[in-house]
C-alpha cells in the first residue's frame, strides 16, 4: 500500500534561519496529491499546502514545497523560520482521483524554533 | 469555516469498559473519518464512512468499532477499552476526492 516517510522526529532551528522538513512517499498510483498539515500545541492539525503537479512549486503562509515524482519527495521548506512555526508537521498523500478518499500520513516532525 | 465537533475533550476509562466517541460535523461533507495521535505513530486511520449508513476499516480498525448514523454523525465505539488504546483520537470530515480535511479538536482518552 501507500506509505509516506518523515525521517526526522524533530528538527530544531534558530529563529532567522532557514529550514527543510523531509518527505519521501512510497506508491503505486501515478494520479496522487500531496499535502503538508501543521498542528499547533492543544489544535487540531489544518492545512498547510496542498499539490498534486509534478516539478511545481506550492507556497502558502512563507512556507513552500515542490512535488518531485522523479525522487518521490515533497519536502516542506521556508527561508526564514520565526517562533511560532513552531509545531507538528505532517505529510500526507492521496488518491486525486479514484479510489479511496483517505488520507495517508506519514509520522510527523516538530519543528522547534529557538531564539 | 468548517466545523468539526468531538466529543468529550477528555475521557478516563477502565480497562474492560465502553467507550464512545462522538464527532458531529456541519460541513455536510459526505466523507468523515476517525485517527489516533500517538508519538512516533503520527495520525494513524481507523475507520472512515462515504455518507450515512457507511463504515470502512482503516489501516488499524482491531478493537474498534464505528457507526455513522447520520451525514452530520459519526461515532467510534470501542467494546472493550484497552490500556494500549490509550491516545488522542481526531475526527475529520472531507469533500470530493483528494480535498482538504478539516479536524475536530481531538479527544484524549486514557484507559486504566
Known amino acids: 500500500g501507500d506509505s509516506v516517510t518523515q525521517t526526522e522526529g524533530l528538527v530544531t532551528v534558530t529563529e532567522g534561519l532557514p529550514v527543510m522538513l523531509n518527505c519521501t512517499y512510497q506508491?503505486?498510483?501515478?494520479?496522487?496529491?500531496f499535502f503538508w498539515y501543521v498542528q499547533y500545541l492543544n489544535e487540531a492539525p489544518k492545512l498547510l499546502l496542498r499539490?498534486?503537479?509534478?516539478?511545481k512549486r506550492t507556497e502558502h503562509q512563507g512556507f513552500h514545497a515542490t512535488l518531485h515524482k522523479s525522487s518521490s519527495s515533497f519536502h516542506l521548506q521556508k527561508s526564514s523560520v520565526q517562533l511560532s512555526d513552531s509545531a507538528l508537521y505532517y505529510c500526507?498523500?492521496?488518491?486525486?482521483?479514484?479510489?479511496?478518499?483517505?488520507?495517508?500520513f506519514g509520522q510527523g516532525t516538530v519543528l522547534s524554533v529557538i531564539p | 469555516e468548517a466545523a468539526v465537533t468531538q466529543s468529550p475533550r477528555n475521557k478516563v476509562a477502565v480497562t474492560g469498559g465502553k467507550v464512545t466517541l462522538s464527532c458531529n460535523q456541519t460541513?455536510?461533507?459526505?466523507?468523515m473519518y476517525w485517527y489516533r495521535q500517538d508519538t512516533g505513530h503520527g495520525l494513524r486511520l481507523i475507520h472512515y464512512?462515504?455518507?450515512?449508513?457507511?463504515?470502512e476499516k482503516g489501516d488499524i480498525p482491531d478493537g474498534y468499532k464505528a457507526s455513522r448514523p447520520s451525514q452530520e454523525n459519526f461515532s467510534l465505539i470501542l467494546e472493550l477499552a484497552t490500556p494500549s488504546q490509550t491516545s488522542v483520537y481526531f475526527c475529520?470530515?472531507?469533500?470530493?476526492?483528494?480535498?482538504?480535511?478539516?479536524f475536530g479538536s481531538g479527544t484524549r482518552l486514557t484507559v486504566l
Open positions: 506508491t503505486a498510483y501515478s494520479d496522487v496529491a
Open positions: 475529520a470530515s472531507g469533500g470530493r476526492q483528494a480535498e482538504t480535511l478539516y
Open positions: 460541513n455536510n461533507h459526505n466523507n
Open positions: 464512512s462515504y455518507g450515512a449508513g457507511s463504515t
Open positions: 500526507a498523500l492521496n488518491m486525486a482521483t479514484g479510489g479511496n478518499n483517505k488520507l495517508t
Open positions: 499539490s498534486s503537479t509534478d516539478n
